[in-house]
């Protein structure tokens, strides 16, 4: 049986931090995350944990993620936004907090990924996470 979980994050303002802010020391090889990173995977994690499964889903997901960025000029709510951050930078750090959190085992499970960001007139990220349930025998 397939089954679809949806929620809602909801934000002061939508996390800025992107996997891009990992850095590394050349000289050791070794990867830091910067304080905008740690601090948007804190903001994510606070709240996924509230939604996360009992146990990691198993098998493929599709999972569909909308970010909503608020806006003064009541022209643009809801239309979409074309200016900075890149939608695929600032999903996959929210991805990779539902991978810690422990929505699945592993992202390559995310078969079907749909995102899109648009102003509204809450700073918001709306996820549906869908899959197939694993029955038992």
């Given amino acids: 049986m397939t089954k679809s979980d ?3 994050l909801v934000f002061d303002q939508i996390p800025s931090g992107t996997a891009q802010m990992k850095r590394a020391n050349h000289k050791t090889g070794v990867f830091f995350k910067s304080k905008t990173l740690l601090d948007t995977e804190c903001k994510y994690m606070d709240q996924l944990m509230e939604y996360k499964p009992k146990e990691p889903l198993e098998g493929p997901v599709s999972l569909s993620i909308s970010f909503y960025y608020t806006v003064k000029s009541k022209k643009l709510k809801g239309k979409y936004k074309t200016s900075r951050g ?3 930078n600032i999903s996959k750090i929210l ?3 539902m991978t810690k959190t422990g929505f699945w085992k592993d992202d390559a499970q995310i078969v079907r990924l749909s995102l899109s960001k648009q102003y509204s007139e809450k700073e918001q990220a709306e996820i549906m996470v869908t ?3 694993v029955e038992d025998d």
Avoid: A, G, N, S
């Fill in 6 to 8: 949806y929620f809602i």
């Fill in 86 to 88: 890149d939608l695929d």
């Fill in 95 to 97: 991805i990779d907090c």
């Fill in 131 to 133: 899959y197939r349930e």
